[in-house]
């Protein structure tokens, strides 16, 4: 009985687990604030990116501030590799990000080891 | 808290348990027996390894998953079993979780660092610059820091100072040791009117220079900046990663419970047996090794290659290198000196080089400049010239003194006269690698002026060791088959394609590729569209800007030698990503059935302590091979024996 118990136990996990991380959910998309000229915005770093996707004004100059509040090491850096960005990420700090907002596009970013993604779009 | 400092507190609490461990069967148990362990361990997850819980947490509401989503669960199943089963009086396993804590935690301090010396290799670069400078102001040498320099001042550099920014020589001679930056291990003899590089290093003579370029402008920091872009460049092949890295962690989540329940549903064996299995599987797991594989050796190997004078422009570049089969040269700058210079001149010498000399003073072709220098050293009078008028690929003509001249290449010939006696001098000037020049008025050839670019030094040598490496080798010039085969039986190509319109090079690039990839190397503006088409572009770096920036390799030291080291230097890269690739699949591949417990069978099987260190110890391997491309031999000569 407790054997049948734990088998569809399992199964009902091993589905929560497809049906989450597999399943079609919601990314946010936030716009930057246009003020002055320029354009910024702030992600935060924890357990990936939020926002995930950023959108931003081609021919503005813009910054993405990064926070990390994650201690896990595999999101100590940002990787852009279409701006040959490489910053690390001090815990806790804010690090301004300049991006180049000349050719509209979209553009990946991803922590150091290529395992979280998020993205800017610039129209 | 620093991963380092998790790391110690947890080894320092893990350590009583491991004594326990290995002195148990000589009768020797921990003072306290489970509660001591209950309470060390309490103290590991809670300091050391709660950072991986909120991680894995934070993640989870992200619908995503990572490495510490797999740790935290391991450890978390493991810790929380052995409570309930010492509640129950069954065997505990409080050490797995420490110690898998203790072990992930070291590979991360050790990772860490290799990482961030990797990163740094090109930074370091910055630092090679000098602090200040002494310039002149008003009339006098005042010192003054780096950043305030401009263009346009004149600055003093004394031996064993550093240049501080790029520049040309206005006053005095020296030899430069600019290995910094172009790779370069012979210093430099430069006098007046020679350029100097930013941050290279003056030996032996005092001189001054013209301030060009300054800052973000200078040589140094816009191969920073290129190598840079390189080392966080997106590979191809990381496309395979991506998608892999996207289902890992939720599928070894849903193996590791398939795992419990065979085991413990369909084998019979006990909560305790099956839950280890699946806390191994959980834990033996390691997406980190595949997404470092490629990030990290990109990263050495374009640094390295950078040291060497050599920019790799990203990791679709290097991926490309791994199939040419073609390599095609540029004549004119690429294999010659790119300097040609007047050596006969059949006909009236006066009469032809003045003509020749008005048509061609305006033109920036290198030919024209040798005539025009040629026209300078023999005081020629340069006549007034009128409704000048290029021929595409052929010429120039213009009026002078009221009568139609023109002066160009042999294509010309289809549409003027030339003497049969011209004509044999024209040949036998071919045939001794010379370019002959037809100088005429109205319809008829009145001279001949014969240019040779003599072959760089090296050119024979980087050619020999191309065709070494099994690759076949064109010469692509606009120049007259008979000068072009002339050259390339001196320097050794395997065929020619000569008389080739500026524009038409593309095409011929194109038509090249048929037979498999191509790579191109050349120097000018006119080489731009084929060094784009080329599978990998290959731009001399005394080359034309616009050529550097249409290659995919630039090479600083304008030595062909260093198309053979490019071409190593990228294939090795990319072989060690394959190798740092293959060996994190193969790991994870086999790692995960023998976690699992395939083999228990056959008496192979791993505690959750030995597959946590297996995973530590996998991703740490993964960044020491790619470091280790710092020091692998680049054979620049395949030598035939």
Redesign the interface.
Known sequence: MT??I??IG??A??GF??W????K?EVAEVSADVANDSQSINVEV???Y?P?TVVLKQGVPAILNFTR?????????V???D????Q?LPINEEQQIKIDTTNPGEY?WAC??????GKVIVK | ?T?TKRFWISLIFSLPMLANMILMPFGWMLPGGNWTQLILTTVVMLVSAR??W???????????????TLVAIGTVTAYVYSIYAMMTGQAVFFESAAFVTTFVLLG?VF??RM??NA?NAVEKLVDLQAKDAEVMRDGQLVKIPLSEVVVGDIVRVKPGQKVAVDGTITEGTSTIDESMVTGESMPVDKKTGDKVIGSTINSNGTFMFRAEKVGDDTMLSQIV?LV???????API?NL??KV?D?F??AV??IS??T??VW??FLGASIASSLIFAVSVMVIAC??AL??A??TALMVGTGRSARMGILIKNGEVLEAVNDVKTVVFDKTGTITVGKPEVTDIVGDEKTVLSFATGLEQSSEHPLASAIVKKADKENITVPKVSEFKAIEGKGVEALIDGQRAFVGNDKLLADVKIDDSLQRQVVKLQQETKTVVFVGVENKVIGLIAIQDAPKETSKEAIADLKARGLKTVMLTGDNQLVAEAIASQVGIDSVIADVLPSDKADHVKALQQDGKVAFVGDGINDAPALTVADVGIAMGSGTDIAIESGGIVLVKNDLRDVDRALALSKKTFNRIKLNLFWAFVYNVLGIPVAAGIFYGIGLSLSPELAGLAMAFSSLSVVTSSMLLNKAKITSKVKIA
């Open positions: 054997k049948i734990v088998l399992g199964l996990i091993i687990i497809v989450w991380f597999f399943g959910h924890n357990g990936g939020s995930e509040k994650d201690k896990s090491s595999c999101l100590d850096r990787v852009f590799s701006f040959g960005i490489n690390a990946q150091g080891m290529d395992m979280f993604h | 808290m991963i950072p991986f909120q991680s894995a947490w934070a993640s989870f509401t992200k619908h995503h998953s990572n490495m510490d991360q990772e860490e990482r961030n990163s900046e840079k872009k390189a080392q966080n460049s997106h990381q990663t991506d890295s289902i962690v939720p989540m849903i419970i398939l419990f329940i413990y549903v997406p980190c997404g470092l490629t990030p």
